[in-house]
């Protein structure tokens, strides 16, 4: 059942996203923590890179939160019934790193066509203007997609340092969370984060994104979870779920799924990135 109130939506509307949306206790937020480190101790080589991507494939954990159903009917709220998850990233930001993440605007470079589909980003732990929170850019959903730059600076966490070039930071406004609550943006948004100058992590668990079922995939090939509804387009290969922490069968899938997410986000570049 949609769940964002006409307020919400009139936010979501002008400003091309909404929040913050309370969806995890303080408890439950601190669990999938747990659940990151507990896999970085036993499988070091898991999580970091390409390996940041889709974690819901081999976490039953993680796969739980993509089919939370109060971020689901905050999402039936924007893109309708037929919701698929078409991809999940961890935003990792270490303490004392220079990590950040350059101006951009998601819908240029993710391939999801038409652009019924929204991006949810929920604060594992809080995430503030001291420890690097996404900065919004409101209205700019409304305009064209804009030239990116691709920077491959070693410290930007994404994938070819696509960046959109003189953006006024006083026009940007940081989107505050605390650990538990989710925002949700639109795919023309421009948006991006400053560095994590806290003495502890910032993490951001993304679920990028959810679809509408008559959404395609334009550049290449996505493996989709159906979350609610039914998909009468069958546009993308529909996987099952996780049932156990690691199973040979998962990880072998989110190895497939990796790959080909990464044909898409270097579709076009001159090299590789590190994610
Ligand atoms: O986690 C961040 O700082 C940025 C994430 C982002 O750009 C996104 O979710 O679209």
Redo the contacts with the bound molecule.
Sequence with gaps: MPTLTPKQLKQYKDLGYVAPIDILSLEEAKEIKTEIEYIEKKWPDELIGLGRNNIHYISPVFDKVCHNSKILDAVESIIGKDILVGGT?L?I?EPDNKG??SW?Q?AKYIGFEPHNWV?A?LAITD?NEEN???RMWPGTHKEKIRAHKDRFDKYN??TRGQTVQNVPLKDTVPNILRAGQLSL?NPMIV???GLNKSNSR?I?F?I?SYIGTNVDQVIGKVYVQQARGKDSFNYHEHTKRPIELMSKEDVVLRIKANKELSKIFYNDASKKGKY
């Design positions: 990233t935003f930001k950040f993440v951009h998601d991006t980003w995430s690097g929170c996404m966490l994404l943006h948006h991006g984060s910032r951001g993304v990028q």
